[in-house]
């Protein structure tokens, strides 16, 4: 199915809406106190997935938005592990056994980044502080440092989900997004896992970028799917040089327009669907028996700080620097600077910095907008107003939503505009934008 583009619909920047509210309502109210309190009100049964930040990887890629520096220090990574390891029993101690953990991910920067040595020994303190024995591991790991001992590692850890930053497989276009690694690597790095037992395989990449045209696109998404990932991330580029200055090394003037951009999402939609994937909210596709698509089928798609999600879990902890933790009535985010949050865990202090305290119309505003984007659907009840209801209708007008009494469905149509649909239901959201990405 073909969609129509209407610019004027995509040209208000949107967030991507991974919580609500978002990360731009964070503020530096919260204190250790309020972490502390959240998971002391942790209920014995609540369901409970762990996030642990690696902030560091070998190579740093000009376009990364990630809180990451570069691991070329071994003492840095040692000091930066002995942190987490006290903010990991810090925790615990606060949980004091409440809760439990059915989920564990690593993520980064690149947590092959630490040694195989050091990642099996900070799982299994994972694993014994939090009585975490048997719950399953994912990873996002960097092909271009994945060694023999680390594919040992993956075995040994029984780690079933692994998420490869991919990005492009054209030569040219890596060399000006600074991340090269060529295809055999990539095809390697796939047979490794699946020979160290991963079953469930993500590739992130990504359009938009500079020198990107639809022919690089095609060539990298016909790779992708020859190799068979379980899950492909199809992202927009987002080229904020203001916010991220390591994106001045990107020559903007090659980067797409935002109609072209809007062809190459509407074609890798096209080409993956195509293909056998099954299109999940705005930017997954997963092959039919993947957990992710099994769960939107099923209705139960989830939507977290690491994007669409089967895991339902309404507790999310974060640990390490950066790291964010969501509660039903809280959100918070870890110390982002390193050496800071090195000196707060290691005294003994959760490294608690920021946040914001979830009233009854955020939580009810944030499942609407969660709703919408992993379902299309969405009881708004109340919030049905005659101002929404305007606001809404351009995109009433253009066929990509209708309304049946308080429920909003979204067509198949809308899919490159479910962000910016979805932006109506946020209370904060300013005409400046700035902040944000393009909606497409």
């Not at 630490?114 to 502080?129: I, N, Y």
């Not at 991919?166 to 896992?193: F, H, K, M, S, Y």
């Not at 045209?213 to 020859?226: I, M, N, Y």
């Not at 939609?269 to 099923?298: C, K, M, N, S, W």
Request: proline content about 6%; aromatic content about 8%; some cysteine.
């Amino acid at each position: 199915m073909s969609w129509t583009y209407h610019p004027e619909l995509l040209a208000r920047p949107v967030p991507r809406y991974t919580s609500y509210p978002t990360a731009a309502e964070f503020h530096d109210r919260i204190a250790p106190a309020d972490m502390v309190a959240a998971l002391g009100s942790v209920a014995p049964d609540a369901d409970i997935s762990l996030y642990l930040h690696i902030p560091y990887c070998h190579e740093i890629c000009w376009y990364c938005g990630c809180n990451t520096g570069a691991a070329n220090r071994s003492q840095r990574l040692e000091s930066y592990l002995g942190a987490l390891r006290a903010e990991i029993d810090l925790v615990a101690a606060a949980l004091g056994g409440r809760g439990r953990i059915g989920r564990i991910a690593f993520g980064g920067g690149s947590p092959n980044a630490l040694s195989p040595a050091q990642f099996a020994g900070l799982l299994g303190q994972v694993r014994a502080a939090f009585d975490a024995g048997v719950a399953p591991v994912s990873i996002e790991l960097d092909p271009r440092t994945l060694t023999d001992p680390w594919f040992a590692a993956v075995a040994e850890a029984g780690i079933a989900k692994a998420s490869l930053g991919v990005q492009t497989l054209d030569p040219a276009v890596q060399a000006a997004i600074g991340r090269v690694q060529p295809e055999a690597l990539i095809r390697r790095t796939v047979d490794g896992l699946r020979r160290s037992g991963v079953r469930s395989i993500n590739f992130d990449l990504m359009y938009g970028l500079p020198g990107q045209g639809l022919p690089e696109l095609r060539a990298t998404l016909e790779a992708s799917a020859e190799m068979a990932p379980e899950r492909i991330a199809l992202f927009g580029y987002a080229h904020v040089p203001h916010m991220i200055p390591r994106q001045k090394r990107i020559d903007g003037s090659r980067l797409p327009d935002v109609g072209t951009r809007f062809l190459q999402a509407e074609f890798g939609h096209v080409f993956l669907t195509a293909g056998g994937y099954q299109a999940i909210g705005f930017d997954h596709f997963a092959l039919p028996g993947d957990a992710i698509a099994v769960a939107a089928r099923e209705g139960t798609l989830a939507r977290n700080f690491q994007g669409f999600t089967e895991d339902d879990a309404e507790i999310l902890i974060g640990l390490g620097a950066s790291a964010i933790s969501q509660f039903p009535s809280l959100l918070v985010q870890n110390e982002k600077n390193s050496g800071r949050y090195r000196m707060l865990a290691s005294g003994g202090s959760l490294p608690a910095a920021r946040g914001v305290f979830r009233d009854r119309d955020d939580r009810a505003r944030g499942r609407i907008i969660e709703a919408l984007l992993c379902t299309g659907n969405a009881d708004v009840g109340a919030y049905r107003t005659g101002d929404l209801v305007a606001q809404l209708a351009p995109f009433e007008a253009r066929g990509l939503l209708s309304w049946h009494g308080t429920m909003l469905h979204l067509t198949e149509e809308s899919r490159p505009y479910a962000r910016a649909i979805a932006a109506a239901f946020d209370a904060y959201r300013h005409p400046e934008g700035r902040r944000f990405s393009s909606a497409i």
